[in-house]
């Protein structure tokens, strides 16, 4: 069987990733829609080596006879098509955030919690989680099964990606005009961001705690346990593709590295770089383009009773969003969930 798949946002980084990873992964797709705004209509985007798909306009598509939406236009773009799309039949994996919280709205990485994606069904949506927490609790998932998770402490070094390719120009402008002695212009982040770092990602809230924060907490408890609670400080980094996070767990019971190690080293989506010496861990250059999320500096917390820390980075264009969507779409398929194609 193969399926009529609709990407919203094609000309974004994300969407453009979908479309990549679509063919990388060879889903079986019968027949592609790349979607966007009426401004980004009529303009062409690769699909494989050899094919170019002209651009629809997603505020005039008809959902009909779709079965899989793979949505990444902005939320507030989601809100109005999204819906739509799914009272149309199109099932709908929204990259947004749009619908993550929604009780209605199953919020799923495959390698966490895959019994969730059979939830969808009330409005035909769900959810991607946020790039950040994506990562995160791909780690946490296997030390959260042996230990029992009772605290999670993380700082995030995120790249300029996640605010887009607006993000990654200006960090490329900033660059160039620093080395002209010449001052950036802050437009898309709060402050130059060129050699930089800035602990402000997304708007503050009332507890001064950021929404990315906020997020991280709360979507962390939807995806593994709601008992689990999260501190985050997310910082945006002058680092064009790839999240990191210093990651320190507090357990209920005791951890011993060598198998919380082992244990990481045989989860699904994890690759564990961990040689103490020189260089021997994995940074943002090495996980661009790549699926896994990697998992390093793994050592006890000293200050906790039951304490672990380690490092994690991964490619938030890839696990962070556009695979962990379609990975979403595959178990879909896998499950038998979506109604029968041709």
């Known amino acids: 069987m193969s399926y009529r798949v609709a990407v919203a946002g094609a000309t974004g980084a994300v969407g453009r990733e979908i479309l990549k990873t679509l063919i990388e992964r060879n889903f079986p797709v019968r027949e592609v829609a790349a979607l966007a705004s009426g401004r980004s209509a009529g303009q062409q985007v690769s699909f494989g080596e050899d094919k170019v798909l002209t651009v629809q306009n997603l505020e005039t598509f008809d959902f009909t006879g779709w079965d899989?939406?793979?949505?990444?236009?902005?939320?507030?773009?989601?809100?109005?098509?999204a819906p739509r799309a799914g009272a149309a039949g199109c099932v709908v994996i929204d990259n947004t955030s749009?619908?993550?919280m929604d009780p209605d709205v199953p919020l799923v990485v495959p390698e966490v919690n895959p019994q969730d994606i059979a939830k969808f069904a009330k409005k035909n949506i769900i959810a991607n989680p946020n790039c950040s927490t994506i990562q995160m609790v791909v780690a946490l998932k296997p030390l959260h099964d042996k230990y029992k998770i009772k605290r999670v402490v993380v700082s995030t070094y995120q790249?300029?990606?996640?605010?887009?390719?607006e993000g990654?120009?200006?960090?490329?402008?900033?660059?160039?005009?620093?080395?002209?002695?010449e001052r950036g212009k802050a437009e898309v982040f709060q402050k130059d961001i060129a050699f930089n770092v800035i602990p402000q990602i997304d708007v503050f809230m009332d507890d001064g705690a950021t929404k990315e924060e906020w997020k991280m907490a709360v979507e962390t408890k939807k995806i593994l346990d709601p008992g689990i609670p999260v501190i985050a400080t997310c910082v945006r980094v002058p680092v064009f593709i790839g999240h990191s996070e210093a990651v320190y767990v507090e357990f209920e019971n005791p951890v011993n590295v060598?198998?919380?190690?082992?244990?990481?080293?045989?989860?699904?989506?994890?690759?564990?770089?961990?040689?103490?010496?020189?260089?021997?861990?994995?940074?943002?250059?090495?996980?661009k383009g790549e699926d896994a999320v990697y998992v390093s500096r793994?050592?006890?917390?000293?200050?906790?009773?039951?304490?672990?820390?380690?490092w994690c980075v991964s490619d938030n264009l890839r696990k962070g969003a556009a695979l962990n969507a379609v990975q979403i779409a595959e178990a879909l398929v896998a499950r038998g969930l979506l109604k029968k194609a041709a």
Request: aromatic content about 8%; charged content about 20%; glycine content about 10%.
């Open 258 to 287: 060598n198998e919380a190690r082992a244990l990481l080293r045989a989860a699904p989506g994890i690759v564990v770089e961990d040689q103490r010496v020189e260089g021997g861990y994995a940074t943002p250059i090495e996980c």
């Open 98 to 100: 749009q619908f993550r």
């Open 168 to 181: 990654m120009d200006e960090l490329y402008m900033n660059t160039k005009q620093h080395y002209v002695n």
């Open 68 to 81: 899989i939406g793979l949505f990444s236009p902005g939320a507030s773009v989601s809100a109005i098509h």
């Open 159 to 165: 790249s300029v990606s996640g605010a887009g390719k």
């Open 298 to 310: 793994i050592r006890k917390d000293p200050t906790v009773e039951h304490g672990l820390a380690f």
